[in-house]
């Protein structure tokens, strides 16, 4: 019997200016790929993390959820560690999702200059 299983979907993208239009245009196309790819509905999420680099502060990358009809979602957003030399304008997402998915099924989307930070995937 397959049950249904909280999982964690992670992702990431490059926000080319600290412009809160830009971040919300390219956080809007994250989370769309995200739940394209996963097959996802909005009353699937448990709840979504996200992270934007130091120098990302015109707007909350969870304005672009809001923007997308996803009222009920419990969403925080917080600044990503200040690692040297890593990638900058950046927005990462982990969402936690209700699914039948298993965790090797799971479709990770890293987008742009963030394609590198999980080549792997």
Request: glycine content about 4%; proline content about 2%.
């Amino acid at each position: 019997m397959v049950s249904v299983m909280v999982r964690g979907i992670r992702g990431a993208t490059y926000i080319e200016k600290n412009e809160a239009d830009c971040i919300i245009k390219e956080t809007k196309l994250l989370l769309l790929e995200i739940v394209e790819k996963n097959q996802i509905k909005a009353e699937d999420i448990c709840s979504i993390l996200f992270t934007s680099t130091s120098g990302l502060n015109a707007s909350f990358p969870a304005m672009a959820a809001r923007e997308l009809g996803w009222k009920y979602v419990p969403m925080l957003c917080s600044v990503e560690i200040d690692v040297p030399d890593s990638l900058q304008n950046c927005v990462r997402v982990l969402m936690h999702v209700n699914t039948f998915l298993k965790q090797d099924q799971i479709k990770h989307v890293y987008l742009k200059e963030a394609k590198k930070l999980r080549d792997d995937l």
